[in-house]
């Protein structure tokens, strides 16, 4: 029997321009471009193993220990562009194994509970895609590989690159132009972290696939967002994050996430994310800037009321200072030296840390890599972890 | 001893199109035109009454029951206005006595509690206006009189006319074509009916006016809300009171009160009116239209969590069929046989109803009246209620 394997790793990335809208749905290509940070594979990364073996008999998927059926038509999608590109490698030069014929057999793991709304089908996505093109050793490059990866989950494509992320929306009906670029590297602003709060919330979320559909077809102030908002915030976030400019990358996070939540509550019928203590936060880190008299914290809140707030290294004394005050009681704690944190005189409802159920710290990280760990048996099984 | 009294009852009304921004602050002219429709004075009204003598030494205002001086620049631009105007009457006729030059107490009470945040202004400064109006038996018309009442509370020259009232935003510099008009009045249209749901709330609101003035000057969206949405929305929302479509009428303001949230969350820093509560409160709304297939019931928010519900009375049997099932607990069901009522299968958060104080059941109603209940003493001080 033949058999070959491939193992790779891929980050969360969470928006600071926040993608939201579909201009095709089945190629997921969106109504603006949207740019991210890449956080450490440390605390939040995918790995996904891959095998194939002209022996298996179909293509399975191990998600965190369970068998799933790959019959959604966005993993086929990727699948199918994946086989595409080997098939073409394979056509000129015929010595090459047969992969593209073989079925799959995928496992993957997050290190972080699936639930918590952590973005975590971006992460896998990317795992998933750079594992295949490993197995197949496709001669593309990560922007080319975004686009596979996109076709499974919009966000997915930012995953493909570490430290900050642009997704480009392209114009071209067939999405070839919609792809991940890099704007700086890990290297470039190594200093950003982050400082996840996960809030409890009772309701289930509008999911984000329908909500933008929601969004797109109802919303009156969604135009104006993004031909003329977006367009211009894209540009001057780039050059802020070219700067290093934390007082400007800070406001223009926090701004185009309120935008975003107010175009969520301006559809019909309104779609809502932020949940009071979600509300709660915001307040808060508004009262740490204006305290500082500049911008040294700054939250963003995907589509659900986790809050991820950035940060630079040298401000963390404060910026923890500020969390520790009111979430000490949640746990998330243990790395840090919490004795050393600045004391920050700032109130909150007493109550604010019922709303939140942990926090994770973590900063700006690399982009998916390969590794030699593996998930998979010899006979393409999943290894117990 | 010369002494004058006259006495006016105003009532509150609820925006159905919001006022949110202005473009002169000191003469409250608005950003955009607005429409309202002006509640029961049965439940919901202020009662003023005026004297003026010659023997007066000073303005001054008891306001349910307290006294208070009439510093405020609003409350002086007021009286101002209204002293000119009745100059001009006595310059004309000179056997007119010399009102506009004596001082004025002024007793005023609403029948409601000021602190529920139910537009007591407008219905303060309305009644105040039209009973100085009274006293001196200006000839001005209504809406007239509703461009003094807006330079008390921008909302409050929609408190001069009832049933249906739009405030026309005007163009010229100095406010003189910014005045509320009678869309219908309540006889066009009298099976309007409101349930309003007083919400508790922890945090201290922004107070609308600061808040105005920061969605102007921050939110990206606001432009174009003022700009493109409201204009359209306008037109069309009094083109349904006028054809009594309530499917119209109720999304349109569904629409514009989720709207004017929108730029509010998009202002910077964010302002939240609504709350966890309140979102429950928006989904019922939705579900219960959902489950009719046509809308029979519409919300509506002003700067505070309170929902006010609008529907037509053929449908208040499953409207308050709704809310009886998710707030029979909380007081305000007096007025109603609620065995009567429609058993609603819509099921929300069992805690729901602890985040509300109060349920408040009106309808369209009346504007200012005259009236021969006075307030005031024949000296001139206020009599005990």
Redesign the interface.
């Given at each position: 029997m033949s058999f070959y394997t491939a193992s790779a790793t891929a980050p969360v990335n969470i928006a600071t321009l926040k993608y939201w809208g579909k201009r095709d749905k089945s190629l997921n290509l969106p109504t603006n471009s949207s740019i991210s940070v890449t956080l450490s594979q440390d605390d939040l990364r995918t790995l996904t193993s891959v095998a194939t073996s002209d022996e298996y008999k179909e293509d399975i998927l191990w998600l965190n220990g369970k068998p799933e059926s790959l019959t959604s038509e966005r993993t086929k999608a990727c699948l199918a562009d994946l086989r595409k590109l080997r098939a073409e490698m394979e056509g000129t030069d015929p010595s090459l194994p047969q992969l593209s014929k073989w079925k799959l057999h995928i496992v993957s793991e997050n290190n972080f509970p699936t639930a918590a709304g952590l973005a975590s089908s971006a992460a896998g996505f990317a795992a998933l895609v750079v594992a295949i093109a490993k197995l197949f050793k496709l001669p593309q490059d990560m922007s080319e590989i975004s686009k596979i990866a996109r076709k499974g989950s919009g966000s997915a494509c930012r995953s493909l690159f570490g430290g900050y992320v642009a997704w480009e929306m392209g114009d071209l009906e067939n999405g070839e132009d919609s792809k991940a670029v890099e704007v700086a590297p890990v290297s470039h602003w190594p200093t950003m972290k982050a400082a996840i709060l996960v809030v409890s919330d009772?309701?289930k979320d509008t999911p984000s696939t329908s909500g933008m559909q929601t969004t797109v077809a109802t919303s009156?102030?969604f135009e104006?967002?993004i031909k003329?908002?977006v367009p211009a915030r894209f540009e001057e976030m780039k050059k802020s994050i070219h700067d290093k400019n934390f007082e400007v990358f800070g406001?223009l996070t926090?701004?185009d996430s309120?935008?975003f939540?107010?175009?969520c509550?301006?559809?019909?019928?309104?779609i809502?994310y932020?949940?009071?203590t979600s509300?709660k936060i915001?307040?808060l880190v508004?009262q740490l800037n204006d305290a500082e008299g500049k911008i040294i914290a700054a939250y963003t809140f995907d589509a659900g009321p986790n809050a991820v707030i950035y940060y630079e290294q040298q401000n963390e004394s404060k910026v923890l200072g500020l969390i520790h005050k009111h979430f000490s009681l949640i746990p998330g704690w243990d790395k840090v030296d919490t004795s050393k944190l600045e004391t920050v005189d700032i109130a909150a409802?007493e109550n604010i840390h019922k709303g939140v159920s942990k926090l994770i710290l973590t900063l700006v990280g690399l982009g998916p890599q390969e590794t030699s760990e593996s998930l998979i048996s010899k006979t393409g099984e999943p290894l117990s972890t």
């Amino acid at each position: 029997m033949s058999f070959y394997t491939a193992s790779a790793t891929a980050p969360v990335n969470i928006a600071t321009l926040k993608y939201w809208g579909k201009r095709d749905k089945s190629l997921n290509l969106p109504t603006n471009s949207s740019i991210s940070v890449t956080l450490s594979q440390d605390d939040l990364r995918t790995l996904t193993s891959v095998a194939t073996s002209d022996e298996y008999k179909e293509d399975i998927l191990w998600l965190n220990g369970k068998p799933e059926s790959l019959t959604s038509e966005r993993t086929k999608a990727c699948l199918a562009d994946l086989r595409k590109l080997r098939a073409e490698m394979e056509g000129t030069d015929p010595s090459l194994p047969q992969l593209s014929k073989w079925k799959l057999h995928i496992v993957s793991e997050n290190n972080f509970p699936t639930a918590a709304g952590l973005a975590s089908s971006a992460a896998g996505f990317a795992a998933l895609v750079v594992a295949i093109a490993k197995l197949f050793k496709l001669p593309q490059d990560m922007s080319e590989i975004s686009k596979i990866a996109r076709k499974g989950s919009g966000s997915a494509c930012r995953s493909l690159f570490g430290g900050y992320v642009a997704w480009e929306m392209g114009d071209l009906e067939n999405g070839e132009d919609s792809k991940a670029v890099e704007v700086a590297p890990v290297s470039h602003w190594p200093t950003m972290k982050a400082a996840i709060l996960v809030v409890s919330d009772d309701k289930k979320d509008t999911p984000s696939t329908s909500g933008m559909q929601t969004t797109v077809a109802t919303s009156d102030l969604f135009e104006h967002r993004i031909k003329n908002v977006v367009p211009a915030r894209f540009e001057e976030m780039k050059k802020s994050i070219h700067d290093k400019n934390f007082e400007v990358f800070g406001k223009l996070t926090m701004q185009d996430s309120n935008s975003f939540h107010a175009v969520c509550l301006d559809s019909y019928p309104p779609i809502f994310y932020l949940t009071d203590t979600s509300k709660k936060i915001i307040k808060l880190v508004h009262q740490l800037n204006d305290a500082e008299g500049k911008i040294i914290a700054a939250y963003t809140f995907d589509a659900g009321p986790n809050a991820v707030i950035y940060y630079e290294q040298q401000n963390e004394s404060k910026v923890l200072g500020l969390i520790h005050k009111h979430f000490s009681l949640i746990p998330g704690w243990d790395k840090v030296d919490t004795s050393k944190l600045e004391t920050v005189d700032i109130a909150a409802d007493e109550n604010i840390h019922k709303g939140v159920s942990k926090l994770i710290l973590t900063l700006v990280g690399l982009g998916p890599q390969e590794t030699s760990e593996s998930l998979i048996s010899k006979t393409g099984e999943p290894l117990s972890t």
